[in-house]
């Protein structure tokens, strides 16, 4: 059986300090579930102080970044190649709604982001706003969410009926040869396992609730 994944995503969240608070609050509580992982897709400056933490702590939660470059090594001001990220991360969250509307990212940019990734041994998370957004060849897992339940889109977002979510999975996974369909968009510790209880879905992508160390142990509990 497949692990269930639950991933946070913090965004441009947190200084160094705040993630120390985080993981030390997060160990008060933790149980290890040796039927679920834990991603934690952290901005750039925290991943390698966290792998650090979490090696010491021996302990099993996996690290993955928000972005990685289109581009490879080089003379690319800003970047961070998918080379440097697999030396800290195992995955990474490509297409996601923020980076394609604030950013402008297009799919010819977020495929070749999937190519490098994918080659340099990073698993990436490939987020799709809706069925008829385009998918990569390579097996990637795909994060459906769509933009109207993202909570830090608009105060009025809604976790999508799951499902219909449930039915878009289907749909996706027929067409694909996918590693994985993760749901993402509102997910709060009361609406998880509405979610993870379908079986195409194979966990979530948590943004607002995964800051708060307890909310998502309870997301992970409930899963
Ligand atoms: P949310 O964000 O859980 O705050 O809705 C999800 C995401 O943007 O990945």
Redesign the pocket.
Known sequence: MQKTLIVA?W?SNKTVSEALEWITQFNKSFTENPDKEIVLCVPFTLIYFLKKILEEQNNNIKLGGQDVSAFGEGAYTGEINSKQLKEVADYVIIG???RRVNFREDDDTLFKKVKNAFNAGLTPIYCIQDETTPVPDEKVIIAY?PPS????FSQE?KADDPDKTEIIGNKITYAHDIAGFLY????TPENVSEFTQKEVISGV?????SLDPDEFIKIYENA
């Open positions: 995503n965004k996601h709604s923020e969410e339940s993202i909570s830090t977002a993402g968009g509102s997910v992508l948590v943004g607002g609730k």
